[in-house]
């Protein structure tokens, strides 16, 4: 080891520089919070985003749900037994209007229950029936099913009537 | 100067030993840095690491209009861990509530249908797997993940479901539990149904949460297709509902019904009693799940009528004006044979229209007889007798049209009204829509195209055609057909108030060995309206007990053509049909 004889003024120099030390361990220390801080951001969106596909997970759950009541309601097995249910029966006499030549083609004729060679009930299996119609003749009339037609004066809904032509419904 | 000493001592082992822990962590480092590092690397990964298989959706069938016939949903399979089982701890709004596993057990037997006992059965031991429910629906799932029970787990699994049930299913076909197509549409078009699984590989905590940024290599999922089919499924469920009405009352074996759009050769409706409901194909017999009507090939008799008056027509033998005479009962010249016509009666001279108003097979002997053996060979070709539709729907029948040159003498002659020769109902539905189409055979279609999952075309049938007669004879063989209507005994019943209908009846009887028995298959095929023929409906019937003519083939037929016309909208005719002779008196009124 060995010593050296130096001025006052180099001295100073010689010392370790605060600012320098300040500078460097406040840089480490801001890169460190600044990583910690984005990988809380990370994480925490690693979470946000979990919950967000349980979430997504339930509500497709509950669509799949929600279609196969609709499915079920909307398949002609449960159309047809409702219908019969509520004392409907098929008519084949059908009778159509030609509104150009106002004439009428066939001759209205009331259904019949007996002897028509349409079944008005279900007669096509389907296991895949769930949710079925509740209406039948007794809730009908004590009110129970509130049955009603809403009326629109939309005129954008594209049914235009064009003379000699009668639109087709947009139900089934 | 001895501190100081002593300070250098301690200085230098506090050194050494400083020194000595860096290095063996450095030898440490260095190995696991180093060394070892792809091994632990791996090992790391692999705890870490999951790769999961991404379920592609099978694509969805769906009707003329949209109707969705057949769709991919999820069920689920209940299990428990029985090893963990345990009575369930709660804190509801800081009250601490305890449910047993007692309770627990009677909630799931009552969510599962499941008996409590058989409940309580399947948690004991200490395995970490006991199934307690296999596919259920997703509303069940939802109810049982909401009781928050730590110790259920469940697999989720794709499922197919048919919303209409049978409607379609003889043609649709159904899939097997692990989702392998098995029979049907969804056999022969599953390049377009199925889809391609994709992959996805993550890093994963030990909570099992995503690590940002890890690795994700991912093969992307491609769902399958969407089949759109040319079926109606409201006329199709109507068909069905007539045909298994007329099952029931007339004791068939079964029956069939095939509904054809004259102008494009699309099937509108295919259907059969009885049938399949593909949502459980065991609850019907192996032989009621295909589709009668591509399938089954059967001896056609009378309908075959209509096509042989065709090929008089249109090879200029006769015109609708000529006649030949047809009595009730004709010999051969050869091996004792004769033919006879289904009911006595005194000796006729008839005209086309004639024949087919009296179903005379004597006539249509005596008219179709006079074209070559090997023209009327070359025409049911033409009509598509005796090969596979290019729909090649599975199992197709091709029917048996042996050549011409293999016709025996009494073949020859039976041809001509339907004997000898078996079709299947698609085959003879096309050939009266080649009548009705002004005499060209269009090739069927089944399926309108296959929609790739991004919206692509990526199948669409490619239609071919065949003319088969000219326009001319076509149309004066359709007017024919529609004395069948106005006046044929059986015939009259197939009438609709309104429209100018055209069609024939057929009885076959059935082979039973070497002869034939006392079943039948009638039938009756049609064409409406006459003037601008829009379906060809076709309907059979097998083997109905106790019926020997085809006056029980004319109502289903009617409901079904009635119900077609009303559906699309068809104007009632407004023309009148033309006076044909039925015989050589120019006889055109109202017989038997």
Same mark, same amino acid.
């Given at each position: 080891? #060995?010593?050296?004889?130096?001025? *006052?003024?180099? $001295?100073?120099? +010689?010392?370790?520089?605060?600012?320098? =030390?300040? &500078? %460097?361990?406040?840089?480490?220390?801001?890169?460190?919070?600044?990583?910690?801080?984005?990988?809380?951001?990370?994480?925490?969106?690693?979470?946000?985003?979990?919950?967000?596909?349980?979430?997504?997970?339930?509500?497709?759950?509950?669509?799949?749900?929600?279609?196969?009541?609709?499915?079920?309601? #909307?398949?002609?097995?449960?159309? *047809?037994?409702? $219908?019969?249910? +509520?004392?409907?029966?098929?008519?084949? =006499?059908? &009778? %159509?209007?030609?509104?150009?030549?106002?004439?009428?083609?066939?001759?209205?004729?009331?259904?019949?229950?007996?002897?028509?060679?349409?079944?008005?009930?279900?007669?096509?299996?389907?296991?895949?029936?769930?949710?079925?119609?509740?209406?039948?003749?007794?809730?009908?009339?004590?009110?129970?099913?509130?049955?009603?037609?809403?009326?629109?004066?939309?005129?954008?809904?594209?049914?235009?009537?064009?003379?000699?032509?009668?639109?087709?419904?947009?139900?089934? | 100067?001895?501190?100081?000493?002593?300070?250098?001592?301690?200085?230098?082992?506090?050194?050494?030993?400083?020194?000595?822990?860096?290095?063996?962590?450095?030898?440490?480092?260095?190995?696991?840095?180093?060394?070892?590092?792809?091994?632990?690397?791996?090992?790391?990964?692999?705890?870490?690491?999951?790769?999961?298989?991404?379920?592609?959706?099978?694509?969805?069938?769906?009707?003329?209009?949209?109707?969705?016939?057949?769709?991919?949903?999820?069920?689920?399979?209940?299990?428990?861990?029985?090893?963990?089982?345990?009575?369930?701890?709660?804190?509801?709004?800081?009250?601490?509530?305890?449910?047993?596993?007692?309770?627990?057990?009677?909630?799931?037997?009552?969510?599962?249908?499941?008996?409590?006992?058989?409940?309580?059965?399947?948690?004991?031991?200490?395995?970490?797997?006991?199934?307690?429910?296999?596919?259920?629906?997703?509303?069940?799932?939802?109810?049982?993940?909401?009781?928050?029970?730590?110790?259920?787990?469940?697999?989720?699994?794709?499922?197919?479901?048919?919303?209409?049930?049978?409607?379609?299913?003889?043609?649709?076909?159904?899939?097997?539990?692990?989702?392998?197509?098995?029979?049907?549409?969804?056999?022969?078009?599953?390049?377009?149904?199925?889809?391609?699984?994709?992959?996805?590989?993550?890093?994963?905590?030990?909570?099992?949460?995503?690590?940002?940024?890890?690795?994700?290599?991912?093969?992307?999922?491609?769902?399958?297709?969407?089949?759109?089919?040319?079926?109606?499924?409201?006329?199709?469920?109507?068909?069905?509902?007539?045909?298994?009405?007329?099952?029931?009352?007339?004791?068939?074996?079964?029956?069939?019904?095939?509904?054809?759009?004259?102008?494009?050769?699309?099937?509108?409706?295919?259907?059969?009693?009885?049938?399949?409901?593909?949502?459980?194909?065991?609850?019907?017999?192996?032989?009621?799940?295909?589709?009668?009507?591509?399938?089954?090939?059967?001896?056609?008799?009378?309908?075959?009528?209509?096509?042989?008056?065709?090929?008089?027509?249109?090879?200029?033998?006769?015109?609708?004006?000529?006649?030949?005479?047809?009595?009730?009962?004709?010999?051969?010249?050869?091996?004792?044979?004769?033919?006879?016509?289904?009911?006595?009666?005194?000796?006729?001279?008839?005209?086309?229209?004639?024949?087919?108003?009296?179903?005379?097979?004597?006539?249509?002997?005596?008219?179709?007889?006079?074209?070559?053996?090997?023209?009327?060979?070359?025409?049911?070709?033409?009509?598509?007798?005796?090969?596979?539709?290019?729909?090649?729907?599975?199992?197709?029948?091709?029917?048996?049209?042996?050549?011409?040159?293999?016709?025996?003498?009494?073949?020859?002659?039976?041809?001509?009204?339907?004997?000898?020769?078996?079709?299947?109902?698609?085959?003879?539905?096309?050939?009266?829509?080649?009548?009705?189409?002004?005499?060209?055979?269009?090739?069927?279609?089944?399926?309108?195209?296959?929609?790739?999952?991004?919206?692509?075309?990526?199948?669409?049938?490619?239609?071919?055609?065949?003319?088969?007669?000219?326009?001319?004879?076509?149309?004066?063989?359709?007017?024919?057909?529609?004395?069948?209507?106005?006046?044929?005994?059986?015939?009259?019943?197939?009438?609709?108030?309104?429209?100018?209908?055209?069609?024939?009846?057929?009885?076959?009887?059935?082979?039973?060995?070497?002869?034939?028995?006392?079943?039948?298959?009638?039938?009756?095929?049609?064409?409406?309206?006459?003037?601008?023929?829009?379906?060809?409906?076709?309907?059979?019937?097998?083997?109905?007990?106790?019926?020997?003519?085809?006056?029980?083939?004319?109502?289903?037929?009617?409901?079904?053509?009635?119900?077609?016309?009303?559906?699309?909208?068809?104007?009632?005719?407004?023309?009148?049909?033309?006076?044909?002779?039925?015989?050589?008196?120019?006889?055109?009124?109202?017989?038997?």
């Amino acid at each position: 080891m #060995s010593i050296f004889m130096v001025s *006052a003024n180099e $001295a100073k120099k +010689l010392r370790p520089s605060l600012m320098a =030390a300040a &500078v %460097l361990i406040i840089g480490l220390v801001a890169v460190l919070v600044g990583q910690i801080g984005l990988n809380m951001v990370l994480t925490h969106d690693a979470y946000e985003l979990r919950s967000l596909k349980l979430e997504k997970r339930d509500l497709a759950t509950e669509v799949q749900i929600i279609q196969e009541e609709v499915s079920s309601l #909307s398949s002609p097995q449960n159309l *047809a037994d409702a $219908a019969n249910r +509520l004392g409907m029966v098929a008519n084949p =006499a059908s &009778v %159509l209007l030609d509104i150009e030549s106002n004439k009428i083609y066939g001759k209205p004729s009331p259904a019949k229950a007996e002897g028509q060679q349409v079944a008005s009930a279900n007669l096509v299996a389907n296991s895949a029936l769930g949710a079925i119609s509740e209406f039948s003749l007794a809730t009908v009339s004590s009110g129970e099913v509130q049955v009603s037609v809403e009326t629109s004066n939309n005129s954008d809904t594209g049914l235009v009537l064009q003379s000699g032509f009668i639109p087709a419904s947009p139900t089934r | 100067m001895g501190t100081h000493a002593k300070l250098n001592r301690r200085l230098g082992a506090f050194a050494v030993v400083l020194f000595l822990i860096v290095a063996a962590l450095g030898v440490r480092l260095v190995d696991f840095q180093v060394v070892k590092a792809a091994e632990i690397q791996e090992k790391s990964l692999a705890s870490r690491s999951m790769t999961q298989t991404l379920q592609a959706l099978r694509g969805d069938i769906l009707d003329s209009s949209g109707q969705v016939l057949a769709k991919t949903v999820f069920r689920y399979d209940v299990n428990a861990a029985p090893k963990n089982v345990g009575p369930v701890f709660q804190t509801i709004d800081g009250v601490r509530t305890e449910r047993s596993v007692d309770e627990i057990a009677l909630e799931l037997s009552q969510l599962l249908g499941v008996d409590y006992g058989e409940i309580m059965i399947r948690l004991e031991g200490d395995s970490e797997y006991s199934n307690l429910a296999k596919t259920v629906n997703a509303e069940t799932y939802n109810a049982i993940r909401d009781l928050d029970i730590p110790w259920i787990f469940f697999d989720q699994f794709e499922d197919r479901l048919y919303p209409m049930g049978a409607v379609a299913g003889n043609v649709l076909g159904f899939v097997g539990s692990d989702g392998t197509p098995l029979a049907g549409l969804e056999r022969q078009y599953n390049t377009c149904l199925a889809g391609v699984d994709g992959q996805e590989t993550f890093e994963r905590s030990a909570e099992g949460v995503r690590i940002p940024t890890s690795n994700q290599t991912t093969q992307p999922t491609e769902d399958g297709g969407q089949l759109n089919l040319s079926i109606d499924a409201n006329l199709q469920f109507f068909a069905q509902q007539v045909l298994a009405d007329t099952v029931n009352e007339l004791s068939a074996r079964w029956a069939s019904a095939i509904v054809v759009e004259v102008e494009t050769g699309r099937i509108l409706a295919a259907a059969e009693a009885p049938t399949v409901d593909p949502n459980d194909p065991a609850a019907v017999p192996a032989a009621d799940r295909g589709s009668r009507i591509f399938q089954a090939a059967f001896e056609p008799g009378s309908i075959m009528k209509a096509v042989s008056s065709s090929m008089v027509l249109d090879t200029g033998t006769a015109d609708e004006y000529d006649t030949v005479s047809a009595p009730d009962r004709m010999n051969l010249d050869f091996d004792n044979e004769y033919i006879k016509d289904s009911f006595s009666h005194e000796d006729f001279t008839l005209s086309l229209a004639g024949v087919l108003r009296y179903s005379s097979n004597t006539g249509m002997t005596n008219f179709a007889s006079q074209i070559p053996r090997e023209t009327r060979y070359e025409y049911l070709k033409k009509f598509g007798f005796g090969s596979v539709s290019p729909l090649r729907f599975e199992g197709e029948s091709s029917g048996i049209l042996h050549p011409a040159s293999q016709w025996d003498e009494m073949t020859n002659l039976v041809t001509t009204f339907g004997q000898g020769i078996s079709v299947t109902s698609l085959q003879m539905a096309y050939a009266y829509q080649a009548i009705a189409n002004g005499g060209v055979r269009l090739d069927p279609i089944l399926v309108d195209s296959c929609l790739a999952a991004d919206g692509s075309i990526a199948y669409a049938p490619n239609q071919g055609s065949t003319r088969v007669l000219s326009t001319a004879s076509a149309n004066v063989n359709l007017e024919l057909m529609e004395k069948v209507v106005e006046f044929g005994g059986v015939g009259k019943t197939a009438a609709i108030p309104g429209y100018r209908v055209g069609g024939k009846t057929g009885t076959a009887e059935i082979k039973s060995g070497s002869g034939y028995g006392d079943e039948y298959a009638i039938s009756f095929y049609g064409i409406a309206p006459a003037e601008n023929p829009k379906f060809v409906v076709g309907v059979t019937i097998y083997r109905p007990e106790g019926v020997s003519n085809s006056s029980k083939a004319t109502p289903p037929f009617k409901a079904i053509m009635q119900q077609a016309l009303k559906h699309y909208r068809i104007p009632p005719s407004t023309t009148e049909s033309r006076s044909i002779p039925s015989d050589k008196y120019g006889q055109i009124d109202e017989n038997d």
